[in-house]
């Protein structure tokens, strides 16, 4: 019921009340009639460096749960870049299609060609639906493109990064909650077993976790679940398990008023974006049920450090130096949530806001 109330009223707004609500810079919508592209291009801000952030293709029901995506993941993004120390703002894009179904040479490249307009205002890259070799099209219309295959000089694949910041990420809310940072014994549910979910259940398993893997995709699930010797589980079911650690990995919203009071979980650690439906509201209910939340803006920054790399020319080495660090970001986040009394959520975004409130500052004379 709360979920389809914040819907109704979204739809009330108009879309530059939206961004003024979001504060973003800029939202380009693009359309090719020959092609059938439709998608939507977010800038939220500028102030740090160019606006990175991967292209999401995914059948949404309307236009408006479009909007609704693009804007709050390219904020997102914004902050996932401050709170890392990168020199990147924060945007996105999503495609509105079937990923299966809708793909094409000539919609990718036409999908380029609009992001090549923007002057490299915005680069983009793989998210959700996408594949390297949609990228490699786009790249043949613009060069603002990140995490390419190694083999034409990017980075690469960024999630293993990005699992591995998680892992880090998630031991960090061990040693915070229990006192150590080890995770054997330690039954945690992965929920969405894409790319960066199966390489999270490959640290998990490698370390003695207790594994359970949720996904809507069944055949998906069973041959995770034949690799790795876990467990399954299927359904709303997965809210009701006892377990020490939950880690969303699929879509965000997951953590809100219908889920949250049915969690028997001590952490939530994984790797979706905007795994609360709601910042205010359910980041305090997580802390009112005592549930330590590693915000996942934070710990999910490891594929954005990778490609930060591609642009800034850095070694991999470097990458993986920069993901380490997830762990004392997330463990001062902790820390400062419990010295100011706050939830983890905003403690997070007061950090992220107040470094780019500073160079913006800096670069105005202030």
């Known amino acids: 019921m709360e979920s389809l109330q914040l819907e109704l009223e979204k739809e009330k707004k108009s879309v530059l009340e939206m961004m003024s609500d979001m504060e973003h810079e800029q939202v380009v919508f693009c359309h090719d009639k020959h092609t059938g592209l439709k998608a939507i291009i977010a800038i939220h801000n500028t102030v740090l460096g160019p606006a990175l952030g991967g292209t999401r293709m995914w059948n949404y029901q309307n236009e408006s749960e479009a909007l609704n995506d693009v804007l709050r993941l390219s904020r997102g993004m914004s902050y996932k870049a401050a709170i ?71 980075s690469g694949d960024p999630s293993p990064v990005t699992a591995y910041g998680v892992y880090v990420g998630m031991k960090a809310c061990s040693n915070y909650t229990w006192g150590n940072d080890s995770l054997a014994g330690k039954k945690v549910l992965v929920q969405g ?12 398993v490698k370390e003695g976790a207790k594994v359970i893997v949720t996904d809507i995709n069944e055949a998906r699930m069973k041959a995770v679940v034949e690799k790795y010797n876990v467990d399954a589980v299927i359904g709303d ?5 006892d377990m020490d650690i939950y880690a969303p990995c699929a879509l965000g919203a997951t953590v809100n008023s219908n889920t949250i ?74 820390n400062l ?23 913006s500052k800096v670069k105005s004379g202030r």
């Not at 380029?112 to 099209?137: C, H, N, W």
């Not at 077993?193 to 998990?204: M, P, S, T, W």
Request: with cysteine.
């Open 84 to 154: 890392s120390g990168l020199n990147l703002g924060g945007g996105k894009a999503v495609i509105i299609g079937d990923s299966y179904t809708g793909k094409s040479e000539a919609l990718f490249r036409r999908f380029g060609r609009f992001v090549d307009s923007l002057g490299g205002k915005y680069i983009t890259a793989e998210d959700v639906g996408i594949s390297p070799q949609d990228m490699e099209y786009v790249h043949m219309e613009t060069n603002h493109v990140s995490g390419l295959p190694i083999s034409m000089g990017g």
């Open 193 to 204: 077993i894409g790319h960066v979910g199966e390489f999270l259940v490959g640290h998990l």
């Open 237 to 241: 079911e997965v809210y009701d398990l």
């Open 261 to 334: 009071d049915r969690l028997k979980c001590k952490i939530i650690a994984g790797a979706a974006n905007n795994q609360l439906e709601n910042e205010e509201l359910h980041g305090m209910m997580v802390k009112d049920r005592g549930i330590v939340y590693a915000p996942d803006f934070l710990i999910n920054a490891g594929g954005l450090i990778s490609v930060n790399s591609e642009v800034y020319k850095l070694s991999a080495e470097r990458s993986m130096e920069m993901t380490e660090k997830i762990y004392d970001g997330v463990l001062n986040i902790l």
């Open 337 to 359: 949530s419990e010295e100011k009394n706050i939830p983890t959520s905003q403690a997070a975004l007061e950090l992220a806001k107040s470094r780019i409130d500073i160079v």
